[in-house]
């Protein structure tokens, strides 16, 4: 269980990293926040024990894989200085979260990265409750993959109806028998459905038994922080509902047979927690990932809480809005590609394939929207893989698909299946170029990215 803290540090004064880019690159550059912040979050190398006897070099957010829970309340300003104690540059991401640009943590997009030895302070107010993380957007295979990722937890105004709650951050580490590293990426891999690792953690510990009480209901925060994974989550035997959708609340509904969680999709949960002793498996279709353990509880026997409340999104109005077309494609010349050694191209949208060693990409972007026009888009996986296709910036609401009966709701991440296509939409509301990927990070670092540009 990750331990929250909150460090209030008065009196620094918070200096933004300037600096000047290369000639013709775009970016904003993040400005200092003014002084004092709520976490200092320092990322540094760190072993852990996640073979047990065995030691492994991650890299961590205050001091644990993965990284410390932020949190904060709905309407407030959140203030993190980002200190960077790796050997490379680094920056943080915020998923899902809608904020200004300066704030996005893309490298030369929204700021410079955030070079070994200096800080960063991020500053911005967060607009919706709910379930969200943070992670690097440079190096990502890497970054991501050792073990920069962490839990963004956004408390709702009032209190909701749950008393209790748990996060339960997922990844599945690329590490051996030994404990050691293989490689986060792999061409042949990232050409197929991404590259996988094999030890399946929850909250950093393969195995986990997770204790909860018994006749309670307990809000579940089920974050899929991995790089590569879409976990087909079930809980046998269990009385749960959703309550949320990557962070955005639904009508409370019955959690089916398998909940599919793409890389950076979030689901909330209410258990109905059975009585004392009995145990619940939390799978990954048929592979335990953790064990819910029941433990006595003195407190009464507690019933559904209602539904949360909705956060504060403009709803798009399909009758005035513009449909752009977004192709999803493998781009082939796979043979070619594999000998090259620099970066890959192996996946595009409408044609293009981002460029990861290009820092000019953001200057081309594929699509621009017009500051608070509404837009259709219409999504198509043209590859027999499934992406989940992720928005900076903005949250979108999926609207339908032609493989599954959707109930329309909003989100930041879709998981467009093999050959899918799916229509999202969304009010262009905030300012800036934002990044629309995949979230399978070797995706994404082979082509799988484009900005999208609102002004
Ligand atoms: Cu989790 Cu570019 O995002
Ligand atoms: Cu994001
Ligand atoms: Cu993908």
């Given at each position: 269980?990750?331990?929250?803290?909150?460090?209030?540090?008065?009196?620094?004064?918070?200096?933004?990293?300037?600096?000047?880019?290369?000639?013709?690159?775009?970016?904003?550059?993040?400005?200092?926040?003014?002084?004092?912040?709520?976490?200092?979050?320092?990322?540094?190398?760190?072993?852990?024990?996640?073979?047990?006897?065995?030691?492994?070099?991650a890299?961590?957010?205050?001091?644990?894989?993965?990284?410390?829970?932020?949190?904060?309340?709905?309407?407030?300003?959140?203030?993190?200085?980002?200190?960077?104690q790796?050997?490379?540059?680094?920056?943080?991401?915020?998923h899902?979260?809608?904020?200004?640009?300066?704030?996005?943590?893309?490298?030369?997009?929204?700021?410079?990265?955030?070079?070994?030895?200096?800080?960063?302070d991020y500053?911005?107010?967060?607009?919706?409750?709910?379930?969200?993380?943070?992670?690097?957007?440079?190096?990502?295979s890497?970054?991501?993959?050792?073990g920069?990722?962490g839990?963004?937890?956004?408390?709702?105004?009032?209190?909701?109806?749950f008393?209790?709650?748990?996060?339960?951050?997922?990844?599945?580490?690329?590490?051996?028998?030994q404990?050691?590293?293989?490689?986060?990426?792999?061409?042949?891999?990232?050409?197929?459905?991404?590259?996988?690792g094999?030890?399946?953690?929850?909250?950093g510990?393969?195995?986990?038994?997770?204790e909860?009480p018994?006749?309670?209901?307990v809000?579940?925060?089920?974050?899929?922080?991995?790089?590569?994974?879409?976990?087909?989550?079930?809980?046998?035997?269990?009385?749960?509902?959703?309550?949320?959708?990557?962070?955005?609340?639904?009508?409370?509904?019955?959690?089916?047979?398998?909940?599919?969680?793409?890389?950076?999709?979030?689901?909330d949960?209410?258990?109905?927690?059975?009585?004392?002793?009995?145990?619940?498996?939390?799978?990954?279709?048929?592979?335990?990932?953790?064990?819910?353990?029941?433990?006595?509880?003195?407190?009464?026997?507690?019933?559904?809480?209602?539904?949360?409340?909705?956060?504060?999104?403009?709803?798009?109005?399909?009758?005035?809005?513009?449909?752009?077309?977004?192709?999803?494609e493998?781009?082939?010349?796979?043979?070619?590609?594999?000998?090259?050694?620099?970066?890959?191209?192996?996946?595009?949208?409408?044609?293009?394939?981002?460029?990861?060693?290009?820092?000019?990409?953001?200057?081309?972007?594929?699509?621009?929207?017009?500051?608070?026009?509404?837009?259709?888009?219409?999504?198509?996986?043209?590859?027999?893989?499934?992406?989940?296709?992720?928005?900076?910036?903005?949250?979108?609401?999926?609207?339908?698909?032609?493989?599954?009966?959707?109930?329309?709701?909003?989100?930041?991440?879709?998981?467009?299946?093999?050959?899918?296509?799916?229509?999202?939409a969304?009010?262009a509301?905030?300012?800036?170029i934002?990044?629309?990927?995949?979230?399978v990070?070797?995706?994404?670092?082979?082509?799988?990215?484009?900005?999208?540009?609102?002004?």
């Amino acid at each position: 269980m990750p331990f929250t803290r909150r460090q209030v540090i008065a009196g620094l004064a918070g200096l933004g990293v300037a600096g000047l880019g290369a000639g013709g690159v775009r970016y904003w550059l993040g400005r200092s926040s003014g002084p004092g912040h709520d976490y200092q979050l320092i990322a540094a190398p760190l072993d852990v024990e996640l073979v047990a006897g065995h030691a492994t070099p991650a890299w961590a957010y205050g001091g644990q894989v993965p990284g410390l829970e932020l949190r904060c309340r709905q309407g407030e300003r959140l203030r993190v200085r980002l200190i960077n104690q790796l050997s490379e540059p680094t920056t943080i991401h915020w998923h899902g979260i809608r904020l200004p640009i300066e704030m996005d943590g893309v490298p030369y997009v929204s700021q410079l990265p955030v070079l070994p030895g200096e800080y960063f302070d991020y500053s911005f107010v967060v607009q919706d409750a709910g379930t969200f993380w943070y992670h690097p957007h440079l190096s990502s295979s890497e970054q991501l993959g050792r073990g920069l990722v962490g839990p963004l937890i956004v408390e709702e105004r009032e209190p909701a109806g749950f008393l209790h709650e748990r996060t339960l951050a997922l990844k599945t580490w690329a590490v051996d028998e030994q404990g050691a590293f293989s490689a986060f990426s792999v061409p042949r891999e990232a050409a197929r459905g991404g590259t996988p690792g094999r030890l399946s953690t929850v909250n950093g510990e393969h195995a986990a038994r997770i204790e909860l009480p018994a006749g309670q209901v307990v809000r579940l925060r089920l974050i899929n922080l991995d790089s590569t994974v879409t976990y087909r989550l079930n809980l046998p035997g269990a009385e749960a509902r959703i309550y949320a959708l990557d962070g955005q609340p639904v009508t409370p509904r019955q959690l089916g047979k398998d909940y599919w969680l793409g890389p950076g999709m979030r689901l909330d949960l209410a258990l109905k927690v059975p009585a004392a002793g009995i145990e619940l498996a939390l799978r990954n279709g048929p592979l335990r990932l953790a064990t819910l353990v029941s433990q006595a509880s003195v407190e009464p026997v507690a019933d559904w809480p209602p539904a949360l409340p909705a956060n504060p999104l403009a709803e798009p109005d399909l009758a005035v809005a513009e449909t752009l077309r977004f192709n999803f494609e493998w781009a082939a010349a796979l043979s070619e590609n594999l000998d090259q050694g620099a970066a890959y191209k192996l996946w595009q949208i409408n044609g293009q394939a981002w460029d990861i060693a290009d820092k000019t990409c953001a200057d081309r972007p594929i699509a621009r929207l017009q500051l608070g026009r509404h837009y259709i888009f219409e999504l198509r996986n043209m590859t027999q893989y499934q992406h989940p296709i992720h928005l900076h910036g903005m949250a979108f609401k999926v609207l339908d698909s032609d493989r599954k009966t959707i109930i329309p709701y909003f989100t930041d991440t879709y998981l467009l299946g093999k050959n899918e296509r799916a229509r999202i939409a969304l009010v262009a509301d905030n300012p800036g170029i934002w990044m629309f990927h995949c979230h399978v990070i070797d995706h994404m670092e082979t082509g799988l990215m484009a900005a999208i540009e609102v002004a």
